[in-house]
């Protein structure tokens, strides 16, 4: 089992930066792949980035590509999510998400996903 903790989240310009953290609890964090997603208002939960258990792997969604960064320090059980040159459509509810199964590429489906965070608010004005 793991609990994954989300923070960073907040209210920023249009143009700005945030960094998401995830802390997640278990000596198994480094095994998993982890990811990123974000829901909308009215809108479905949909993939940001992913990175594989090692760190060597990442993908991102096109409408973040360029602009967003994953990264995992497994020493610190956390992954990262720095998010640059913010638009109000990034606005949503940010989500890490834990993948067990032990493939060395990053999966981008919500059913693939087994452990889930609670979420953290980004907020963009514009």
């Known amino acids: 089992q793991v609990q994954l903790v989300e923070s960073g989240g907040g209210l920023v310009q249009a143009g700005g930066s945030l960094r998401l953290s995830c802390a997640a609890s278990?000596?198994?964090?480094?095994?998993?792949?982890m990811g990123w997603f974000r829901q909308a208002p009215g809108k479905e939960r949909e993939f940001v980035a992913g990175?594989?258990?090692?760190?060597?792997?990442?993908y991102y969604a096109d409408s973040v590509k360029g602009r967003f960064t994953i990264s995992r320090d497994n020493a610190k059980n956390t992954v990262y999510l720095q998010m640059n040159r913010l638009k109000s459509e990034d606005t949503a509810v940010y989500y890490c998400?834990?993948?067990?199964?032990?493939?060395?590429?990053?999966?981008?489906?919500?059913?693939?996903?087994?452990?889930w965070g609670q979420g953290t608010q980004v907020t963009v004005s514009s």
């Open positions: 998400a834990a993948d067990r199964f032990p493939i060395d590429r990053v999966r981008s489906k919500i059913h693939e996903y087994d452990y």
């Open positions: 278990g000596r198994t964090f480094s095994s998993y792949n």
């Open positions: 990175i594989s258990w090692s760190g060597g792997i990442t």
